[in-house]
């Protein structure tokens, strides 16, 4: 049985072939911009097979998310930008950098020790790189799913005293938006209906932060949870020979209570 590096490598080969003149015409179609939404959907479907214990799925899908990463360093190698080789130093590099209690003769016993260090050793790189003097939250991406985006967001200005001092009191902050939102909805203005939800969903993910809970997880969760709960009441009211159009709300909520009890 091959190594993991002689199968990295053997995929690597294959991309090559596959991005070459005599490969696949898909494959040498795509370029950066074209693989962003493959990366991200393969990000998910990892996600996906962890949230349900698959393991089976899971190395499948870490195979397929793989597979984006050197398909990208293979177009960046083909434009002289950077290769798979160098894209695996850099991080073989930091890794060690920023585990010097590991790989060197600094002490960390805690994770929040280790934490505390790797933001140091971060913020030491960022003014090598001559981006210090960049703003707090510049470094937090943008494009991030926004629940995320909102909780690093947050954390970051926490980490300056930029934060409330308890859960109560976010609790406290979740009720004054409840009630912005009220009047907004009150005064039926679609920009500032809009821009409460946005409130009330940044103070709700600042709760999650305070109960340390991952609100981007807990909402895929309860998006499983939904997905499987109406599946029963589909399922049960096809067994009936009833299409979900004819089912009456009274029906679907006693199915779905039977749902929530499974």
Known sequence: MMSAGEQFERL???????RS?????????????????????ETYEVLEAVDARDWAAMAE???????????????????????VADALELIHEKLIRRHPHVFGAARADTPG?????????????????????????????RNLPALVEAERVASRAAEVGFDWQNADQVLEKLDEELAELARARRAADPGELESEIGDLLFVLVNLARFLQVDPEQALRKTN?????????????????GK????????????LWEEAKQR
Request: proline share 5%.
């Open 12 to 18: 690597v080969e294959i991309m090559a072939q596959l």
């Open 21 to 41: 003149p005599e490969g696949c015409p898909w494959d040498r179609e795509q370029t950066f911009d074209t693989l962003k939404p493959y990366l991200l959907e």
């Open 61 to 83: 899908e870490l195979g397929d998310l793989l597979l984006e990463v050197v398909f990208l360093a293979q177009i960046a190698a083909e434009k002289g930008l950077f290769t």
């Open 113 to 141: 020790e280790v934490k505390r260090r790797w933001d140091q050793i971060k913020a030491a790189e960022r003014e090598t790189k001559g981006v210090s003097g960049e703003g707090l939250l510049a470094t937090v991406p």
């Open 224 to 240: 499983r949870r939904f997905r499987e709960r109406f599946g029963y009441l589909e399922g049960k009211l096809a067994a009936q």
């Open 243 to 254: 299409p979900l159009t004819e089912a009456t709300l009274d029906e679907m909520e006693a």
